[in-house]
């Protein structure tokens, strides 16, 4: 079993940041690959950003290119997500996300709301 507990939402300005963390527990997670999601009200959830076990590889939604940048720290078994240049559009919940062993686990979540 693997629990992933997101923390660091808020409410902010837009053209501010935030830092989000997931912060791992049941398994070591240096293995794996781990990604960000985030759902917006009446919409589906949508990729944010990926990176790879180790932590050289990324991958980013357009979307978010350029202004967010994912990152890990396998010694604390948890995944960040820097967000730079907040827009109103970027309000959602976010969610982090690992698949091991052929099981996908997600947190539960951490509301980001940007204020314009």
């Known amino acids: 079993q693997v629990q992933l507990v997101e923390s660091g939402g808020g409410l902010v300005q837009a053209g501010g940041s935030l830092r989000l963390s997931c912060a791992a527990s049941?398994?070591?997670?240096?293995?794996?690959?781990m990604g960000w999601f985030r759902q917006a009200p009446g919409k589906e959830r949508e990729f944010v950003a990926r990176?790879?076990?180790?932590?050289?590889?990324?991958s980013y939604a357009d979307s978010v290119k350029g202004r967010f940048t994912i990152s890990r720290d396998n010694a604390k078994n948890t995944v960040y997500l820097q967000m730079n240049s907040l827009k109103s559009e970027d309000t959602a919940v976010y969610y982090c996300?690992?698949?091991?062993?052929?099981?996908?686990?997600w947190g539960q979540g951490t509301q980001v709301t940007v204020s314009s």
């Open positions: 996300k690992t698949t091991v062993v052929g099981v996908t686990y």
């Open positions: 049941g398994r070591t997670l240096s293995t794996y690959d």
């Open positions: 990176i790879r076990w180790s932590g050289g590889s990324t």
